[in-house]
């Protein structure tokens, strides 16, 4: 599986921006995704992830109401829909994919990961 993550770039804080994760190869339709941070100086953080079903997870509770995960399996597309942002959600987000059930708040679980886009919030 291959991954693009696209969709970053600069907004004023309470902005928005959608984040896609592009895939091709596989079946990504029986993957579960996770969107993945890292701020500068700052280890990476689980943000939100999705079942093949779409079930969905947050990790990061500072996301909780304002970021929406979501998947269309027909485009092999996952979103990550980030609204009101703020300045500390300034990072470069990494869409990641497992063929794994569980453990998706850990990178370790995932097998492909795509090359990270950045996202940065002024205030």
């Known amino acids: 599986v291959q991954l693009q993550a696209s969709g970053g770039g600069l907004v004023q804080a309470g902005g928005s921006l959608r984040l896609s994760c592009a895939a091709s190869?596989?079946?990504?339709?029986?993957?579960?995704v996770g969107w993945f941070r890292q701020a500068p100086g700052k280890e990476r953080e689980a943000v939100m992830s999705?079942?093949?079903?779409?079930?969905?997870?947050v990790y990061a509770g500072s996301v909780k109401g304002r970021f929406t995960i979501s998947r269309d399996n027909a485009k092999n597309t996952v979103y990550l829909q980030m609204n009101s942002l703020k300045p500390e959600d300034t990072a470069i987000y990494y869409c990641?994919?497992?063929?794994?059930?569980?453990?998706?708040?850990?990178?370790?679980?995932?097998?492909?990961w795509g090359q990270g886009t950045l996202v940065t919030v002024s205030s």
């Open positions: 990641a994919a497992s063929s794994r059930a569980q453990g998706m708040g850990v990178a370790s679980s995932y097998e492909y």
């Open positions: 190869g596989r079946t990504f339709s029986r993957y579960a």
């Open positions: 999705i079942s093949w079903t779409g079930t969905y997870t």
